[in-house]
């Protein structure tokens, strides 16, 4: 995209010499002699810069400045001064000029100025077009995903959720298997009642049983009084069993049997409890292989496997990265304290190179890093984790096998476009196809929004 710059001077020496000059950057520029012909271009659309004299006749450069920005907040209009201006300069920098510049212009700094306020202000379209995306694609509560690899899980998802059925969930750790976990519960009949999570791997046998059936005073040393356990503060809502491959065989017979007869004993106790729970369990690991090794119960398994979902790693839906990043950005800037306006194209790259064996829980993990350590408005590789400073692009397009043409196709723009820093111009000549064609597949598979 070639940017439109408005140059507005009343010298003309001045305003030929700047126009030249930016017009061998390659840029496109009008010229304006005064303020009310430069309001006027301004105004008939399609300006990305604005480069204006601070004294003129007519409508100042103060006065230009404020109206540009009371249309367009944040539109870059940088300051050209003269002697015994630069304080009315500071003034103008104050009221939201970009930057200013004092006359005779060097136009090597000019150039360096023009050129980081066009990148500033693209990035903070493409993030704002990020959080609109993000605004339409978000589903589930609070699962964003636009990724084909996803959909089954979504189908699933709004055909299980107003049921009874007991529901299984697998991934690998940091997916995002307890957020399905929250979604699920929040599209059932139960969504007012208590969702209760039990992280199984957490606790020994002997209390994990106490956490999940409750005990009775005396029940064990230390067990001063009565309590509840999760089955019973669960009751009519939903238990979500976290890591539930974790629990030993012992464990696995007690709640077999509460699956099936819906009730139990308190530890210590003859008294039997009715509950009423809808169970939703996740593991990271293959149960099947654990059934046949003897670490798991078969029963149990199909008793917890009425529906599986199973939530595919990060590396299997690189298309969410994008907006998996700029949900964390706006989270963590936020809690932070920081006005980040967006993620630079290499640091995309390397997003998009590297191959998360933490999966979401880690590139939530690399952006808080990278907010932390950044000291601008834009995060660069610099601020990067050490694991993703190292990464390089090396030019490979991974497809797993048995994807279908589309899908392909998608995927081999999407990383050519990263791998060119987001130049689209050069993407279609590295593809052998025609601008258009590039900007029309781009629209076609949701990717115009996700880089320059």
Not at 82 to 87: A, I
Not at 322 to 328: D, G, I, R, S, T
Not at 346 to 369: H, Q, T
Request: glycine share 8%; with cysteine.
């Amino acid at each position: 995209m070639k940017f439109r710059l408005l140059v507005i001077d009343d010298e003309k020496n001045i305003r030929e010499g700047l126009a030249e000059s930016l017009t061998e950057d390659g840029y496109d520029v009008v010229c304006a002699e005064n303020g009310e012909e430069g309001w006027m271009l301004f105004g008939n659309g399609d300006i990305d810069l604005v480069i204006t004299d601070l004294r003129m006749p007519g409508i100042s450069g103060e006065e230009l400045l404020r109206r540009i920005l009371a249309q367009a907040p944040g539109f870059p209009v940088i300051i050209l001064t003269g002697h015994g201006t630069v304080e009315n300069a500071v003034n103008a920098m104050r009221d939201g000029a970009w930057d200013f510049l004092s006359k005779p212009v060097d136009l090597d700094h000019l150039s360096l100025k023009v050129k980081r306020a066009l990148e500033t202000r693209e990035l903070f379209f493409k993030h704002r077009l990020m959080e609109e995306e993000l605004d339409k694609r978000k589903q589930f509560k609070s699962i964003t995903s636009s990724s084909r690899n996803m959909r089954g899980v979504f189908e699933t998802m709004s055909k299980a959720s107003p049921t009874k059925a007991s529901i299984l969930i697998t991934g690998e750790s940091g997916v995002g298997k307890e957020l399905v976990a929250d979604a699920i519960h929040e599209l059932s009949p139960r969504k007012d009642m208590p969702l209760v999570k039990v992280h199984c791997a957490a606790l020994s046998a002997s209390l994990l049983e106490s956490e999940l059936f409750g005990h009775e005073k005396g029940a064990f040393t230390g067990a001063v009084s009565r309590r509840k356990g999760r089955f019973e503060l669960a009751s009519g809502g939903t238990l979500f069993l976290d890591e539930i491959g974790e629990i030993d065989q012992n464990m696995q017979i007690k709640l077999l049997r509460v699956l099936q007869e819906k009730k139990f004993e308190r530890v210590g106790g003859e008294q039997t409890v009715e509950t009423d729970v809808r169970i939703i369990s996740a593991t990271n690991k293959d149960l099947k292989a654990e059934i046949e090794k003897g670490n798991f119960r078969e029963d149990l398994y199909f008793r917890l496997n009425v529906v599986n979902i199973h939530v595919p790693p990060l590396r299997e839906r690189k298309d969410d990265i994008p907006l998996l990043a700029a949900v964390f950005l706006k989270e963590l800037a936020g809690e932070n304290g920081k006005t980040i306006e967006g993620i630079h194209e290499k640091v995309r790259s390397r997003l998009y190179a590297y191959e998360w064996p933490g999966n979401i829980r880690e590139l939530r993990n690399c952006i808080e890093s990278a907010v932390v350590m950044c000291q601008s408005s834009v995060i660069t590789v610099d601020d990067l984790p050490p694991a993703l400073r190292q990464t390089a692009d090396e030019g490979w397009i991974h497809i797993k096998l048995g994807e279908n043409m589309a899908e392909c196709e998608k995927i081999i723009i999407r990383d050519t476009l990263s791998h060119c820093g987001g130049n689209k111009s050069k993407t279609a000549d590295v593809l052998d196809i025609g601008r258009k064609t590039l900007l029309r597949k781009l629209d076609e598979y949701n990717l115009s929004g996700q880089e320059e």
